[in-house]
């Protein structure tokens, strides 16, 4: 169950209204790394949690966070729209305000759909979409999929951070670039003590003699050049400590040269000369559908 309260986790008032840059705000609200997503994501995974109890609160807390964290956003695009589409009294007297503001640069759904208010979609308008989203049951898997969003989504704060001069926007992304640090400490943490207690491979519970496992640890050297051989990928121990790396230079192909047979005649595929029916046996061809 959740409740809600009126006052917002942090401050989410700009100094001024800027409809264009509500639009680009719209990103870290619903796009792919957005606000919305990781909500999702966070939620799913601890409503779906079989692991420790900890582990399925710790979701359930950050996920509940960043409930918070929509509704901010929301907030500061409802207020950054507030007066628009109208500028200046003057330019407003001389020119239609509407045309004037999707002209520089402001979303017209802001106007058109919404009435002036954030929509679950991205920068460019196109709709949040659950795909975005990981919860796959394997608590590694995820926390990594987990970090990785923090850090997509800690960097699109601070470029939009280094994009506007208000005052009252940079607070509240500064306070959510602040959670975005300790929520990449967070999975850092929670992978750390995952990889103590299993293996650092997903899933650890696959049998590794059911691999290849003469190419479990080669780095294959695919394109021009071998500067990659100097990675700690290409030498040394493995990170999960099971054998050591090994840089292959030219790798050799291992598998067969495919030769597919013609399809059936049915299928009216290109079939070489020699299996072309003569005229008799075309007008004679019945497909599988056809018989009885």
Known sequence: MFTHIKELQYNAKPTSPDPVYAK???????????EITVMMQYLFQGWNCRAEQKYKDMLLDIGTEEIAHVEMIATMIAQLLDGAP????????????????????????????SGLGAT????????????????????????????????????????????TTDPGVRDMLSFLIARDTMHQNQWMAAIEELEANQKAIVPSTFPQNLEKQEVSYSFMNFSEG??????????????????????VSKPEAMGQNPQLQPSPAYIHGTVPPDMIPPETDQANFQSPSNNT
């Not at 680009?24 to 957005?34: A, D, M, P």
């Not at 071998?226 to 840089?247: H, I, L, P, T, V």
């Open 226 to 247: 071998e500067e990659s051989s100097d990675g700690r990928w290409a030498k040394g121990k493995s990170m999960d400590g099971q054998a050591s790396f090994e840089y």
């Open 24 to 34: 680009k705000l719209q990103e870290i609200l619903g796009g792919q790394f957005g």
């Open 120 to 163: 679950p979609t991205d920068s460019v308008g196109y709709p949040w979409n659950s795909r975005y989203t990981i919860a796959s049951g394997n608590l590694l898997a995820d926390f990594r999929a987990n970090l990785n969003a923090e850090s997509q989504g800690r960097l699109q704060v601070v470029r939009l951070y280094e994009s």
């Open 86 to 113: 109208a500028k200046e009294q003057e330019e407003a007297a001389a020119k239609n305000p509407a045309v004037e503001a999707v002209l520089g640069g402001m979303n017209p759904q802001h106007i058109i759909v």
